[in-house]
């Protein structure tokens, strides 16, 4: 089982609509949750960051966090042609000491088109 | 501010020759990663170094081998490569491993 499961999609929505992007994860050692977006033959970009549980909104943007459900959400309202791109979810924990260096964990990526 | 750059942007190699791709950032991070792409998988960690001098196993390093001997340069190599490894490659670095990661633009490698 991967540490970190995301719905690849893809998901198509028109322009406008409310978009609901989801990871759930494994290890509860996670603390610190991350939301990139890619686009088509680019590198990822941190969209959001958050470590707590709740919500966070920036803009159009909401990250939200449950961690006793171990479920990550980014919400994208009044969506646009340019948010089409992968959205990535992405883990990580504090350095424990040893080998465990708090190293990023990806989910699979959702690919979105918001069409006009 | 050129942040994290990679070098080759493109690569086509055949099966059983080596290559090494070159990573350079400008940003005095100390963590630094090399990812693979492949559809549907998204990004699986193949090593990662939290330091001049270190390196770990990722996810997927079976390959693969990387050296960090300058903070600034993280060189990924393919000592035989295979068609199995054609993938997009992507590096990132970090401050620490729970910090914002910066990527690269990319390498698509593909081995005929």
């Known amino acids: 089982q991967k540490e970190v499961e995301q719905d690849p999609g893809p998901l198509s929505v028109p322009e406008g609509a409310i978009v609901s992007l989801n990871c759930t994860y494994s290890n509860s050692a996670f603390q610190y949750f991350m939301w990139y977006r890619q686009y088509s033959r680019k590198g990822p970009e941190l969209l959001m960051y958050t470590y707590s549980s709740g919500n966070k909104e920036d803009g159009r943007f909401t990250a939200q966090v449950d961690k006793s459900s171990k479920y990550i959400s980014l919400f994208i309202r009044d969506s646009q042609p340019s948010d089409s791109a992968t959205y990535l979810c992405?883990?990580?924990?504090?350095?424990?000491?040893?080998?465990?260096?708090?190293?990023?964990?990806f989910g699979q990526g959702t690919i979105l088109t918001v069409h006009p | 501010n050129a942040g994290v750059t990679q070098t080759p942007k493109f690569r086509v190699l055949k099966t059983g020759q080596s290559m090494t791709l070159l990573c350079a950032q400008d940003?005095?991070?100390?963590?630094m990663y090399w990812y693979r792409q492949d559809p549907g998988m998204g990004l699986r960690l193949i090593h990662y170094?939290?330091?001049?001098?270190?390196?770990a196993k990722g996810e997927v390093p079976d390959g693969y081998n990387v050296s960090r001997l300058k903070k600034q340069n993280f060189l990924l190599g393919l000592e035989s490569a295979a068609p199995s490894q054609t993938s997009v490659y992507f590096c990132a670095s970090s401050y620490a491993g729970w910090t914002e990661a910066f990527f690269g633009q990319g390498t698509r490698l593909t081995v005929v």
């Open positions: 170094s939290v330091g001049e001098g270190t390196t």
């Open positions: 992405a883990m990580s924990y504090p350095n424990a000491g040893g080998t465990s260096y708090g190293k990023l964990t």
């Open positions: 940003m005095n991070h100390e963590y």
